[in-house]
């Protein structure tokens, strides 16, 4: 339960700078994580049906999760390419929105289903005979549940702002392996010797994939591709990005709590990114931002107290100052911002 949602919040968070941070977007996301989970669960019971499954199963199944994650965190890096050939295709809000849809399921399906699978397989495990059923599978659930509440606090707050979206990832992976490989170990007799050696192995290589592979290219990861496709389309080249962004210079990148926040730079302009779009900007942003300010206190007769929402760049909490108040108060829900 912990490490399926540390999964769940970052490739959330990942999935937000691929294919926008909207409703529909998180709507999608959260469709394909429970459609997942929901199948995986399904099929696993059907499939087990006949079967006793051991704590050999669900090694296999935590080994399989973890090399499941780690193919999906390299393949992240080219989905905001596959978007824009998406939408060459057509810009037709039903169209952009299955493919959202069709994003989130290719990133999450193989891993959902695993982890879907690991519910069923526990009960198994642990529900003792008939009579205890229900006692045993509400304890499991209960654990599974705290699990999940510690796994989202552990990710939202800890693991992403403090090691960012894409190593808080690797430490699922880890965490996955290490179980899987803990759980072989403690079946050894039931595996067998070829066995045992085969789940090492496959602990092994994925350890060594998670601290070695190359990290995220974050001037591809906050492109906002999914929102500015028109001036990426022409310059992608099969499903690589990063021809598109040789002009930009990344002057600041932070995995925030709620969102990435970037600082780009291109041509003598800046700009602020939020999950990869552009909030505040040196360019044409320039008027909005200062008359978001200039306009309520110009309207007032005589304004002493002022509340920005959002600080952006801080152009507008600039231009309210310049009138004689006597307090600003500046509400940001993202430290990042600031």
């Not at 390299?74 to 039903?94: D, Y």
Request: aromatic content about 8%; overall charge positive; some cysteine.
């Amino acid at each position: 339960g912990a490490v399926s949602m540390v999964y769940e919040v970052g490739w959330t968070r990942a999935l937000a700078l691929v294919i926008g941070s909207s409703t529909y977007a998180f709507t999608a996301m959260l469709l394909a994580f429970l459609l997942g989970i929901a199948l995986g669960s399904a099929l696993f019971a059907r499939l087990a049906a006949a079967r006793r499954a051991g704590p050999a199963a669900f090694a296999y199944l935590q080994l399989f999760i973890g090399a499941a994650a780690l193919l999906i965190l390299a393949a992240f890096e080219r989905l905001p390419a596959v978007l824009l050939h998406a939408r060459n295709v057509s810009l037709a809000p039903g169209f952009v929105l299955a493919v959202q849809v069709a994003l989130a399921i290719g990133a999450m399906l193989v891993p959902t289903l695993l982890i879907g699978a690991t519910f069923p397989c526990a009960v198994r495990l642990t529900a003792a005979s008939v009579e205890r059923v229900g006692v045993d599978v509400g304890r499991l659930y209960a654990l599974n549940t705290l699990g999940a509440i510690a796994g989202t606090v552990l990710a939202g707050f800890a693991l992403v702002p403090g090691l960012g979206v894409g190593r808080a990832l690797r430490v699922g992976v880890l965490l996955n392996l290490a179980i899987g490989f803990a759980l072989a170990l403690s079946a050894r007799r039931a595996l067998g010797a070829r066995r045992l050696a085969a789940m090492a192995a496959l602990a092994g290589v994925g350890a060594l994939g998670a601290v070695a592979l190359p990290a995220w290219n974050p001037l591809v990861m906050a492109s906002g591709a999914s929102i500015y496709v028109r001036s990426y389309q022409s310059w992608v080249k099969g499903f690589d990005l990063s021809p598109a962004l040789e002009r930009e210079r990344l002057l600041f990148y932070e995995d925030g709590p709620s969102a990435t926040v970037t600082v780009h730079e291109q041509d003598g302009l800046r700009y602020l990114r939020v999950n990869g779009k552009t909030d505040a900007s040196t360019g044409e942003d320039m008027h909005t931002q200062l008359m978001s300010g200039h306009l309520p206190m110009l309207l007032h007769p005589a304004p002493k107290t002022v509340l920005v929402i959002g600080l952006g760049s801080g152009v507008t909490v600039g231009a309210v100052a310049q009138y004689p108040v006597e307090r600003i108060d500046v509400v940001e829900i993202e430290p990042a911002v600031a």
